[in-house]
């Protein structure tokens, strides 16, 4: 008799985890939507503070980091040095400025990074 309650049992701590895994998951995609920084510019975003912190952050400037993603708007990933008028340059500055509302602060765009101290 024993052998008959095993299955059940098993199959409801299957699905116990399941539903864990599940609300764990809507859990994440709901604070990220909250949040109201798609996950692209998440990712770029931790990659260019990467590359800040790396370089040293007191020493480095947000707007010397280029982005692989377009975050000016005018269709084209434009790096600092091929910046024009037209194409201005997609940098970790202007991400901070637009999604994170830095106001082209340069100490602020080093705080959304986790530099301390600037």
């Known amino acids: 008799?024993?052998?008959?309650?095993?299955?059940?049992?098993?199959?409801?701590?299957?699905?116990?985890?399941a539903v864990i895994v599940l609300l764990g998951l809507v859990a994440l995609f709901t604070?990220?939507?909250?949040?109201?920084?798609?996950?692209?510019?998440?990712?770029e975003k931790g990659t260019a503070c990467t590359s800040l912190v790396n370089s040293g952050c007191a020493d480095t400037?947000?707007?010397n980091i280029d982005l692989s993603i377009d975050v000016t708007g005018d269709g084209k990933v434009t790096k600092k040095l091929a910046a024009?008028?037209?194409?201005p340059a997609d940098t970790l500055q202007g991400l901070c400025d637009k999604y994170f509302n830095?106001?082209?602060s340069e100490a602020a765009c080093k705080r959304v990074c986790g530099c301390t101290g600037i």
Do not use: H, W, Y
Request: no cysteine; glycine share 10%; aromatic share 4%.
């Open 31 to 43: 604070f990220g939507i909250r949040s109201g920084v798609p996950l692209q510019i998440q990712l």
């Open 102 to 104: 830095t106001g082209k």
């Open 61 to 63: 400037s947000p707007d």
């Open 84 to 87: 024009t008028a037209e194409f």
């Open 1 to 17: 008799m024993a052998k008959g309650i095993e299955l059940p049992v098993n199959v409801m701590v299957i699905i116990a985890i």
